[in-house]
């Protein structure tokens, strides 16, 4: 095995999809995401994974249950699984965030280039066990 290791804040701003899958091992995911100005990942609940998100560029929002934080360049946030939460883009230019799932979401190596193609294809494309290595 040899794991993933590379400049996530570089990989993070360098990164134009909505969601672009990284690495998946067997027990964590890594996703590099990208909202647009207005856009936001949608509200949602993972009820059997928690969530780390690490955002790296722009201006946003994040809801998790009744509250609501704002996030910049640095911020970190975790969304303890069973609970519904959203990420919002609040700002004039994209919002660029890493996000952490354990136990994985999504295949590995998936690529969506918009929200609009990833629910379109959220059901062929949730995680079947496979991994990186």
């Given at each position: 095995m040899k794991g993933y290791h590379d400049d996530i804040e570089q990989q993070t701003t360098g990164?134009?999809?909505?969601?672009?899958?990284?690495?998946?091992?067997?027990?964590?995911?890594?996703?590099?995401?990208?909202?647009?100005?207005?856009?936001?990942?949608?509200?949602?609940?993972h009820e059997d994974r928690d969530q780390f998100f690490r955002f790296e560029e722009g201006k946003g929002q994040v809801d998790i249950d009744d509250n609501t934080y704002d996030v910049v360049d640095g911020s970190g946030v975790i969304v303890p699984a069973g609970s519904r939460h959203n990420?919002?883009?609040?700002?004039?230019?994209?919002?660029?965030?890493?996000?952490?799932?354990?136990?994985?979401?999504?295949?590995?190596?998936?690529?969506?280039?918009?929200k609009a193609e990833a629910e379109a294809r959220h059901h062929d494309e949730e995680w079947d066990g496979e991994t990186t290595e």
């Open positions: 990164n134009s999809d909505f969601r672009r899958v990284l690495y998946t091992g067997n027990h964590l995911q890594l996703v590099l995401m990208t909202l647009q100005p207005g856009g936001e990942i949608g509200s949602e609940v990420v919002r883009n609040i700002g004039d230019g994209p919002l660029k965030l890493y996000t952490l799932y354990g136990p994985p979401e999504h295949k590995d190596g998936i690529v969506q280039s918009t």
